[in-house]
């Protein structure tokens, strides 16, 4: 745990965390109004599983979750998709607007209005939007841009008025738009005892912060919805009350209340999101700071001092590493920015056997080197003398079938050259020339060639020097 705390102590992990715990206090306030925090609740409990099982190395909760996990997000983007939506719309809206109160002589007309209507049993949906943008929730309507007053919004609900089935959108003291259609509800909030109405106001107030009064005309009632939420039946003085808190929140105040809820409420759930982002984020680092092995594949590069000896003979060209580490550094390490580094300096002719070790490898801090296959190397050092190089010419092919060959002569037939001195060269060391297609030979011909040789003969004057091949030919 001292390492858990002092990666904490970190300014930048104490910021992560924090927007880690916003994060889950918004989307717990946004799924608790639109009614859906029992499916998030279930995949925190399935993430809470994963996390325990990743402590615990339960390779087969792991294996399950490593083939599941990107249909789980692509699921939980998809299930969530308006949650999401939601959360970014009210980041947007946190910022501060001017605070325009439409007057308390409104709100008392708003409440004569729906109590007439309800003496009256005629339905009726009035709209007070919030911070949050609701047009597009909307649909259908009539604008009407007018100044509020009792007789007019009595005309509006009268059964013959051609928007009396639909919604009052009242924002900013001004009567907006009348017989607007809104959303549906989708969730399970309200039975079905209740009508097309209630549904409605319902469907709205789960994806805004808007607060909606309906008057029921089979109840001859107030209702009053926001945030996800109906009161039944509130008198006068709550609904004015209601609508004055409404005016205030919605242009002054960033978090806004559950009816029924205090700050205190918000305070442990504001802890409750630090305390799981501090539980999310420390199984993280358990999970990051836990000793792995890797084993990585890396070439060799040799280096040798003297221009008198050259390598001969087969020779590893990658090495197996068996590293240990964190898990995060060992995640993070490129294998193409390694090579183990062979320096033959010190070494003189013969045949060698060299043990690989951390000096030859630059590791990453936080990377150790537990093992190399293979363990050693044995290479062979051979001093470069010189010597004479017979030239073979490379023939392919034959002369047509009516002719034969009857001598081939070279010009140089030798080259001096510089070798490694090897018992299998010292006797006989050749190099040949550059192909010769014989089935285009059809009389004595003169051709020149370069020379090809291996890569450890070179020429001793330091240039291969051009060959002529005199090929006579003789008919059968």
């Known amino acids: 745990m001292p390492e858990i705390a002092r990666e904490f102590f970190d300014w930048r992990n104490f910021f992560d965390v924090m927007l880690i715990g916003i994060g889950i206090f918004v989307l717990f306030r946004t799924l608790r109004r639109r009614g859906t925090w029992k499916i998030m609740a279930g995949i ?10 990743n402590f615990l190395d339960l390779k087969g909760i792991k294996w399950i979750y490593s083939n599941l996990s990107n249909v789980i997000l692509i699921a939980f983007i998809v299930l969530f998709q308006p949650e999401l939506r939601k959360i970014f719309e009210q980041t947007v809206s946190l910022r501060r607007r001017k605070f ?3 007057g308390n002589e409104l709100a008392q007309m708003v409440a004569d209005g729906l109590f007439s209507l309800a003496d009256l049993r005629r339905g009726a949906i009035i709209v007070f939007p919030g911070r949050e943008p609701i047009q597009e929730f909307l649909s259908g309507g009539y604008l009407l841009g007018a100044q509020p007053s009792l007789p007019l919004l009595m005309s509006i609900f009268d059964p013959h008025s051609p928007g009396h089935d639909g919604a009052l959108v009242v924002s900013k003291g001004v009567l907006e738009r009348f017989g607007v259609r809104l959303p549906v509800s989708e969730s399970s909030a309200l039975s079905e005892e209740y009508g097309t109405r209630h549904h409605a106001a319902m469907g709205l107030v789960e994806k805004t912060d808007a607060l909606v009064f309906i008057v029921s005309e089979e109840r001859g009632r107030v209702s009053m919805f926001h945030l996800g939420k109906m009161q039944k039946g509130p008198n006068r003085s709550q609904l004015i009350k209601a609508l004055e808190a409404h005016w205030k929140t919605t242009f002054y105040y960033p978090i806004q209340f559950y009816r029924g809820e205090n700050r205190w409420s918000l305070f442990y759930q504001a802890a409750f999101s630090l305390a799981l982002a501090m539980f999310f984020w420390s199984t993280i680092i358990v999970a990051q700071i836990q000793m792995v092995e890797k084993v990585v594949s890396v070439p060799v590069e040799y280096s040798t001092a ?6 001969v003979g087969e020779r590893e060209r990658d090495l197996q590493l068996y590293l240990s580490g964190t898990k995060s550094t060992l995640d993070a390490l490129d294998p193409s920015n390694l090579s183990v580094k062979v320096d033959l300096s010190q070494y003189g002719p013969g045949t060698q056997s060299l043990f690989i070790t951390s000096e030859n490898i630059r590791l990453p801090e936080g990377v150790k080197l537990l093992e190399t296959y293979p363990s050693s190397l044995q290479l062979t050092l051979a001093a470069i003398v010189e010597q004479w190089a017979t030239i073979t010419p490379q023939l392919v092919g034959s002369v047509p079938e009516n002719l034969e060959i009857s001598a081939i002569e070279i010009n140089p037939h030798r080259v001096k050259v510089l070798s490694p001195s090897t018992e299998e060269n010292e006797k006989f060391i050749s190099v040949t020339t550059t192909p010769i297609y014989l089935d285009g030979i059809n009389k004595n011909s003169k051709i020149l060639c370069k020379i090809i ?5 070179k020429p001793k004057d330091g240039q291969w020097p051009d060959v002529e091949v005199n090929i006579l030919v003789e008919k059968k």
């Not at 925190?44 to 099982?53: D, G, K, P, Q, R």
């Not at 003297?306 to 390598?311: A, F, G, I, Q, T």
């Not at 040789?453 to 003969?457: D, H, K, T």
């Open 44 to 53: 925190m409990v399935a993430m809470s599983i994963f996390l325990i099982a």
């Open 100 to 102: 325009i109160d439409p």
């Open 453 to 457: 040789a291996p890569q450890i003969i």
């Open 306 to 311: 003297s221009s008198e000896l050259v390598m």
